[in-house]
Structures are given as C-alpha cells and as structure tokens.
C-alpha cells in the first residue's frame, strides 16, 4: 500500500508540473485531468474512498468538462484547426496515457487485495450526509466555488470574443488598404 502511495504521489506531482508547463490549455488539461485521479488514488490509499470518488466525479468530470467547453466556446478559428490535427499524432497522448494505465493497475491492486487496512478503518457515509454538509455549514464556500467559476467563464468568453472583434477588424482593413 505504501508503494502504491509513493506511485501515484509521484505521478501527480509529474502531471501536475506538466500542466503548469504546456503553452496550450487542452494540453495542460490532459496532464491536469491524469494529476486528479493520480490525487483520487492518494485517497483512497489513505483510506478515504468517498473523497475519491468525489475527486473523480466533481474534479475530473465535470469541472475539466467545464474547461473544455469554455476552451471550445473561445473557438479561435484556423489555428484550432491546425490544432486539433496535431491532437491525433500518438506522441501527445503516450505519456498520460501510460501514466493513466499505472493509476488503473494501482486501483485494481488495491480492489484485489484484501488485506482490509484502508477499507475496515473507513466508516461508510451516505450521499445525504455529504450533501447535507455542503449545503448546511458550508453552503457559502460552495455558492463562492460557484460564482467563481461562473465569473471565469464571463471573464473567459469576453476576452476571446474582444480578441475575436480586434482580428475581425484587422482583416477588414487589411481587405480595404
């Protein structure tokens, strides 16, 4: 279980720097994406599966999905044309995808022992209760996650669209003159 620890440890701190260091967002996403369920297995190994499983429903689902959508909503023409071309060159995806593979080996370990430690320790809490907890004591740190999100995305749409008007009118009197 220790190794197991250090493995996954490892690789989110790898993925996690490989995220701060792409140029481009989809990549950094992709490695960002591999580091959130390198951290769900760091969880489970310390004997808290309902984080984990969170981790990868809230973290890896749908908030990278919420990236995805915003990077596809700030669509910037034929240079994400040439883009996506090169997201079908294996080379991109060989790195998390291996890395992804050591994470899922990982989890089948730690299901097919049953050495009991992580899983005995842990007592088990109802999806209620969780709820309760977000939207009782802390529903205003949940309602700022939110509108934080929300502003990052207003935020987000506006610079693009700006960026967009600025070309528009740059190849207009590119046409004219």
Do not use: C
């Amino acid at each position: 279980m220790v190794a197991t620890f250090y493995i996954s440890a490892a690789i989110a701190l790898l993925t996690t720097a490989l995220a701060i260091t792409r140029l481009h967002a989809v990549y950094a996403l992709l490695n960002l994406i591999v580091s959130l369920l390198a951290i769900a297995v760091v969880f489970f190994v310390i004997g808290a599966p309902l984080v984990a499983a969170l981790e990868v429903i809230i973290y890896a689902g749908a908030i990278m999905v919420l990236f995805i959508f915003v990077i596809m909503m700030l669509n910037l023409g034929e240079e994400t044309a040439q883009w996506e071309r090169q997201l079908l060159q294996p080379r991109i995806w060989v790195l998390p995808s291996l890395l992804t593979l050591v994470l899922f080996v990982e989890m089948v370990y730690l299901l097919a022992i049953d050495t009991g430690e992580a899983l005995t320790t842990v007592r088990e809490v109802a999806p209620s209760t969780v709820g309760a907890s977000l939207f009782g004591p802390y529903l205003l740190a949940v309602e700022m996650a939110a509108f934080l999100l929300m502003a990052g995305i207003v935020g987000a749409y506006h610079i693009g669209r700006r960026e967009k008007q600025v070309q528009h009118r740059y190849l207009q009197k590119e046409k004219e003159g």
